[in-house]
């Protein structure tokens, strides 16, 4: 029998340096309170953004297309499993982000490990932003390529590195809304950088897909980018679009090659075809209804302004994700516990998600939310770090 001392080892050193994970159980649908462990919160840490994975009309077009699909699509895309609704989710999003065409994924994971490795081999170059996500960070090691570093949004630091890549591919990638810090990365700088050094540029608009953007199309739009400036864009259909699964967008040639090429998508089973018809209704909902994205963005401002009154430690952020530093990890945990107390969900980010000692407590704000859930937000998180602060000094 194998000798499993090393994983306990490992195990308790997470636990010893507070970085251990533990899952709760959820036992009501996604919204703004939720039914965590038998108690009832108000919940901010959903990438739930507009508010759509429990809407009815979503719901009902998921039950349709279940009852005329089944539940499972029966194989990948290039077997049997391509039905209908896949196809015209493709059509949609396509058009929607402005690209020639779309390819689907069944995560957001498997479609940045999928691009990278289709695109780079052994002789290319990837640079990646350090805070760009594991997804993006495993596609490139992964990949074979000469993978480089730059530092955060630092569009020197990656010129320089660009200007010493001779010969093969040179691809950039980063997240259009960095995850665990909110910020937007500066495409515009990075795709007039890309056109000089002859690189393409891949963004991983997984938190900016459905919520920037006059008709909430993402990151290209929110900064009017075509298809030649930004040639890739991957996005997430499980966060704002309320739904499940990923897709690519991009030209004829990109897309033709990741399904040939790419293995996540040749082998893996599609998902299923009421999944593609839920996000399908979604998409047609996001894009129709920009009272969501107001309300969110009217939200948003509320809360940096009143945390900037009471003096809370948030990060630099105008996305519905707010990061409110903490640093150390014990300290952070305490402070998403007294919020529990309190009827908050709002869960510690830690090591190694983040770079150590910079842990943090992820608030995700959403169309779902009422002001006067935001306002007792702000002043429970006050209260907490406040008590926090007093039982350290003691």
Same mark, same amino acid.
């Given at each position: 029998?194998?000798?499993?001392?090393? +994983?306990?080892?490992?195990?308790?050193?997470?636990?010893?340096?507070?970085?251990?994970?533990?899952?709760?159980?959820?036992?009501?649908?996604? @919204?703004?309170?939720?039914?965590?462990?038998?108690? !009832?919160?108000?919940?901010?840490?959903?990438?739930?953004?507009?508010?759509?994975?429990?809407?009815?009309?979503? =719901?009902?077009?998921?039950?349709?297309?279940?009852?005329?699909?089944?539940?499972?699509?029966?194989?990948?895309?290039?077997?049997?499993?391509?039905?209908?609704?896949?196809?015209?989710?493709?059509?949609?999003?396509?058009?929607?982000?402005?690209?020639?065409?779309?390819?689907?994924?069944?995560?957001?994971?498997?479609?940045?490990?999928?691009?990278?490795?289709?695109?780079?081999?052994?002789?290319?170059? =990837?640079? !990646?932003?350090?805070?760009?996500?594991?997804?993006? +960070?495993?596609?490139?090691?992964?990949?074979? /390529?000469?993978?480089?570093?730059?530092?955060?949004?630092?569009?020197?630091?990656?010129?320089?590195?660009?200007?010493?890549?001779?010969?093969?591919?040179?691809?950039?990638?980063?997240?259009?809304?960095?995850?665990?810090?909110?910020?937007?990365?500066?495409?515009?700088?990075?795709?007039?950088?890309?056109?000089?050094?002859? /690189?393409?540029?891949?963004?991983?608009?997984?938190?900016?897909?459905?919520?920037?953007?006059?008709?909430?199309?993402?990151?290209?739009?929110?900064?009017? +980018?075509?298809?030649?400036?930004?040639?890739?864009?991957?996005?997430?259909? @499980?966060?704002?679009? @309320?739904?499940?699964?990923?897709?690519?967008?991009?030209?004829?040639?990109?897309?033709?090659?990741?399904?040939?090429?790419?293995?996540?998508? =040749?082998?893996?089973?599609?998902?299923?075809?009421?999944?593609?018809?839920?996000?399908?209704?979604?998409?047609?909902?996001? /894009?129709?209804?920009?009272?969501?994205?107001?309300?969110?963005?009217?939200?948003?401002?509320?809360?940096?302004?009143?945390?900037?009154?009471?003096?809370?430690?948030?990060?630099?952020?105008?996305?519905?994700?707010?990061?409110?530093?903490?640093?150390?990890?014990?300290? /952070?945990?305490?402070?998403?516990? =007294?919020?529990?107390?309190?009827?908050?969900?709002?869960?510690?980010?830690?090591?190694?998600?983040?770079?150590?000692?910079?842990?943090?407590?992820?608030?995700?704000?959403?169309?779902?939310?009422?002001?006067?859930?935001?306002?007792?937000?702000?002043?429970?998180?006050?209260?907490?770090?406040?008590?926090?602060?007093?039982?350290?000094?003691?």
């Amino acid at each position: 029998m194998a000798d499993f001392d090393g +994983l306990s080892a490992a195990l308790s050193d997470r636990k010893k340096n507070h970085l251990y994970r533990q899952r709760c159980e959820l036992q009501s649908a996604q @919204g703004a309170v939720v039914q965590v462990d038998n108690q !009832e919160l108000i919940n901010f840490c959903s990438n739930d953004y507009l508010g759509l994975a429990n809407h009815p009309e979503i =719901i009902s077009a998921f039950k349709n297309a279940t009852d005329e699909f089944g539940v499972g699509s029966g194989s990948s895309h290039l077997v049997c499993g391509h039905s209908q609704y896949h196809h015209q989710l493709e059509q949609a999003l396509a058009e929607y982000t402005g690209r020639n065409r779309a390819v689907i994924f069944s995560t957001g994971y498997m479609a940045n490990l999928g691009v990278i490795n289709a695109l780079l081999g052994k002789s290319d170059f =990837i640079f !990646e932003d350090k805070l760009n996500h594991a997804s993006l +960070l495993d596609a490139g090691l992964l990949s074979g /390529a000469r993978f480089q570093r730059f530092l955060h949004n630092d569009i020197d630091d990656l010129e320089r590195k660009l200007a010493k890549a001779e010969g093969g591919r040179k691809l950039i990638v980063v997240d259009s809304v960095f995850s665990m810090d909110g910020d937007i990365a500066p495409l515009v700088e990075l795709s007039q950088l890309a056109t000089r050094y002859d /690189a393409m540029l891949m963004a991983d608009d997984a938190h900016g897909f459905g919520v920037l953007g006059e008709s909430g199309a993402g990151s290209a739009e929110h900064l009017q +980018l075509g298809q030649q400036q930004l040639p890739i864009i991957m996005g997430t259909l @499980g966060k704002a679009v @309320g739904s499940f699964g990923a897709f690519v967008a991009g030209s004829e040639a990109l897309i033709e090659t990741l399904i040939q090429f790419s293995r996540p998508y =040749i082998y893996t089973t599609a998902i299923p075809p009421a999944v593609a018809a839920a996000s399908l209704a979604s998409i047609k909902i996001i /894009a129709q209804d920009g009272q969501r994205r107001l309300h969110l963005q009217q939200l948003i401002k509320h809360f940096k302004e009143q945390a900037k009154c009471l003096k809370l430690p948030l990060m630099a952020s105008t996305t519905a994700i707010q990061p409110l530093l903490v640093g150390d990890s014990e300290k /952070a945990l305490a402070i998403s516990k =007294i919020l529990k107390e309190k009827g908050f969900w709002v869960v510690a980010i830690r090591p190694p998600t983040v770079p150590m000692n910079t842990a943090r407590l992820r608030i995700t704000l959403t169309a779902a939310h009422s002001m006067k859930q935001v306002d007792a937000l702000l002043h429970a998180l006050a209260d907490a770090i406040a008590g926090i602060v007093v039982e350290v000094k003691a």
